[in-house]
């Protein structure tokens, strides 16, 4: 039996309610109310509980699924729905819930201690247990239900104006609205502070695509004499991903610390340039605090019906939700890229053999290729082989292994035709052959217009360390580093097999 002490007085009332199947409590004192499922604004790389957040009476309400909580398959939502509102110590949440039970009295003497070898749904949040005839109502403890996800922002803080960077607070005191530009992404409506857009452009039809890279990055577009990464919002929150149409957009960030070097961030709509009052800003809920590192805060407009999410670059960087479109862009990879590009400094140009692969073109320099080959029609595949070997074919007497380069770079698989080509390179002393949909030409390329790759994740910035950008001709050609596209223990299985 648990203590009175610890349950207050001798006589208690909960509120019940239906999840999954069974019947839980929680103490009425700690029920502030019970609501409809209002409407939500869902919060990307939020903890995967939550439902979203909602506006309750002008302040924002996180709302959060027992379902999911307890582990248990969500349902959908239908009349007997109902969120329960929560608060303790100064914190409130919402809970959704299958169905309303009662009110139920106990005495004290009727509640039993939670088993601590309960298992099933929920056994971890349980503070006792009221056993009736025909039924059994297992209580919930509102603090251990609070504190799921409650993790302050790592280097963060709790507190009411966290909404700019350290270095702007004392400015931003003394200001009374802040500006911020608003957009679409996936349905939510977001805002970035304009001191931190550089400019917005329109995505362009013609920008390449980088295999190896991470699924939120799109790919490449010149602005303006540069190579600008553009990083995928739908796919960076989590969203669906579908094609852009022509309204989406470019906003254009400086990486923070790094001022030269721009990250591209692509969204479905730009809506408009906001001026909102101090007063409507509010910073981010506890629980949103500890899984949305790209959130700043969150702005109640038109009498807290329209909930505005505030983005921050520089917080995105720090929670490392886009570094990896930039991870090498320091000093170390220019001088790296330096000590990569300084044989070929003594040229005006270099020549490449440039072929295309899922409608982008590569290149790769002509001294790695040692040849061309038609492809058969059918490869011989033999057992034993190392995986990524399509298969092997007869050349002169000794057998060559083949690469499909569409599979090695994780590109929908194309049916065999006439413009396929086998190129065979020498990589780490073994001959290999990499199947690629066209070889275009041998392009003497000038070393002016050859600069270092944007470093989208380590496996490309290795692979593709340098992008010919042929601003007359309107073309981007990635060049590949031969050595690189099979790792050391590729190689040794390619030398063992």
Same mark, same amino acid.
């Given at each position: 039996?648990?203590?009175?002490?610890?349950?207050?007085?001798?006589?208690?009332?909960?509120?019940?309610?239906?999840?999954?199947?069974?019947?839980?409590?929680?103490?009425? %004192?700690?029920?502030?109310?019970?609501?409809?499922?209002?409407?939500?604004?869902?919060?990307?790389?939020?903890?995967?509980?939550?439902?979203?957040?909602?506006?309750?009476?002008?302040?924002?309400?996180?709302?959060?699924?027992?379902?999911?909580?307890?582990?248990?398959?969500? =349902?959908?939502?239908?009349?007997?729905?109902?969120?329960?509102?929560?608060?303790?110590?100064?914190?409130?949440?919402?809970?959704?819930?299958?169905?309303?039970?009662?009110?139920?009295?106990?005495?004290?003497?009727?509640?039993?201690?939670?088993?601590?070898?309960?298992?099933?749904?929920?056994?971890?949040?349980?503070?006792?247990?009221?056993?009736?005839?025909?039924?059994?109502?297992?209580?919930?403890?509102?603090?251990?239900?609070?504190?799921?996800?409650?993790?302050?922002?790592?280097?963060?803080?709790?507190?009411?104006?966290?909404?700019?960077?350290?270095?702007?607070?004392?400015?931003?005191?003394?200001?009374?609205?802040? =500006?911020?530009?608003?957009?679409?992404?996936?349905?939510?409506?977001?805002?970035?502070?304009?001191?931190?857009?550089?400019?917005?452009?329109?995505?362009?039809?013609?920008?390449?695509?980088?295999?190896?890279?991470?699924?939120?990055?799109?790919?490449?577009?010149?602005?303006?004499?540069?190579?600008?990464?553009?990083?995928?919002?739908?796919?960076?929150?989590?969203?669906?991903?579908?094609?852009?149409?022509?309204?989406?957009?470019?906003?254009?960030?400086?990486?923070?610390?790094?001022?030269?070097?721009?990250?591209?961030?692509?969204?479905?709509?730009?809506?408009?340039?906001?001026?909102?009052?101090?007063?409507?800003?509010?910073?981010?809920?506890?629980?949103?605090?500890?899984?949305?590192?790209?959130?700043?805060?969150?702005?109640?407009?038109?009498?807290?019906?329209?909930?505005?999410? &505030?983005?921050?670059?520089?917080?995105?960087?720090?929670?490392?939700?886009?570094?990896?479109?930039?991870?090498?862009?320091?000093?170390?990879?220019?001088?790296?890229? %330096?000590?990569?590009?300084?044989?070929?400094?003594?040229?005006?140009?270099?020549?490449?053999?440039?072929?295309?692969?899922?409608?982008?073109?590569?290149?790769?320099?002509?001294?790695?290729?040692?040849?061309?080959?038609?492809?058969?029609?059918?490869?011989?595949?033999?057992?034993?082989?190392?995986?990524?070997?399509?298969?092997?074919?007869?050349?002169?007497?000794?057998?060559?292994?083949?690469?499909?380069?569409?599979?090695?770079?994780?590109?929908?698989?194309?049916?065999?035709?006439?413009?396929?080509?086998?190129?065979?390179?020498? &990589?780490?002393? !073994?001959?290999?052959?990499?199947?690629?949909?066209?070889?275009?030409?041998?392009?003497? &390329?000038?070393?002016?217009?050859?600069?270092?790759?944007?470093?989208? !994740?380590?496996?490309?910035?290795?692979?593709?360390?340098?992008?010919?950008?042929?601003?007359?001709?309107?073309?981007?050609?990635?060049?590949?580093?031969?050595?690189?596209?099979?790792?050391?223990?590729?190689?040794?299985?390619?030398?063992?097999?």
């Amino acid at each position: 039996m648990v203590e009175t002490a610890e349950l207050g007085d001798p006589t208690r009332q909960f509120v019940t309610f239906h999840v999954d199947g069974s019947l839980y409590g929680l103490p009425m %004192a700690e029920v502030q109310e019970i609501i409809r499922m209002p409407g939500l604004v869902e919060v990307p790389h939020s903890p995967p509980a939550l439902h979203g957040i909602a506006n309750l009476r002008g302040g924002i309400l996180p709302v959060t699924s027992l379902r999911r909580t307890f582990g248990a398959a969500d =349902q959908a939502v239908d009349e007997a729905t109902r969120v329960v509102v929560v608060q303790q110590s100064g914190a409130t949440l919402g809970f959704v819930v299958d169905q309303m039970g009662r009110v139920m009295t106990a005495e004290s003497q009727e509640i039993e201690a939670a088993p601590e070898l309960a298992q099933g749904a929920g056994s971890g949040l349980l503070r006792g247990v009221v056993k009736r005839s025909d039924h059994m109502v297992l209580l919930l403890d509102v603090a251990r239900l609070l504190r799921i996800g409650n993790t302050p922002r790592a280097g963060g803080s709790d507190r009411a104006g966290q909404v700019l960077g350290d270095e702007d607070r004392t400015e931003a005191a003394a200001q009374e609205e802040l =500006q911020l530009v608003s957009f679409v992404s996936a349905g939510a409506e977001y805002a970035v502070p304009i001191a931190e857009v550089q400019e917005i452009v329109q995505l362009p039809l013609d920008m390449v695509r980088v295999p190896g890279a991470g699924h939120h990055i799109l790919g490449l577009m010149t602005l303006r004499e540069r190579l600008l990464p553009l990083v995928s919002l739908r796919v960076l929150f989590g969203e669906p991903d579908v094609m852009p149409d022509s309204s989406a957009r470019v906003l254009v960030t400086a990486v923070p610390g790094q001022p030269q070097l721009s990250i591209g961030l692509v969204m479905d709509s730009v809506k408009e340039v906001l001026r909102v009052q101090r007063s409507v800003v509010d910073p981010l809920p506890p629980l949103l605090s500890g899984g949305s590192g790209h959130l700043d805060a969150i702005c109640r407009l038109e009498g807290g019906r329209r909930l505005v999410s &505030i983005l921050s670059p520089t917080r995105m960087f720090e929670a490392g939700l886009m570094r990896s479109a930039l991870e090498a862009a320091g000093a170390g990879r220019e001088d790296r890229m %330096a000590e990569q590009m300084q044989p070929m400094a003594m040229e005006e140009e270099g020549q490449f053999v440039v072929f295309r692969l899922a409608g982008e073109e590569y290149g790769l320099p002509i001294e790695a290729v040692q040849e061309i080959l038609r492809v058969p029609e059918q490869l011989t595949h033999v057992p034993q082989t190392p995986e990524f070997i399509e298969g092997v074919i007869n050349l002169r007497g000794a057998v060559l292994p083949v690469v499909d380069q569409r599979r090695r770079f994780a590109l929908a698989q194309a049916e065999r035709n006439e413009r396929q080509r086998i190129m065979v390179l020498g &990589i780490g002393g !073994s001959r290999t052959g990499f199947i690629v949909d066209q070889v275009l030409e041998v392009l003497k &390329i000038p070393h002016s217009a050859i600069a270092p790759a944007p470093a989208l !994740s380590a496996r490309q910035t290795d692979l593709i360390p340098r992008v010919a950008n042929l601003t007359e001709a309107k073309r981007m050609v990635l060049i590949l580093e031969a050595s690189c596209l099979l790792d050391a223990r590729e190689v040794a299985a390619l030398k063992a097999a």
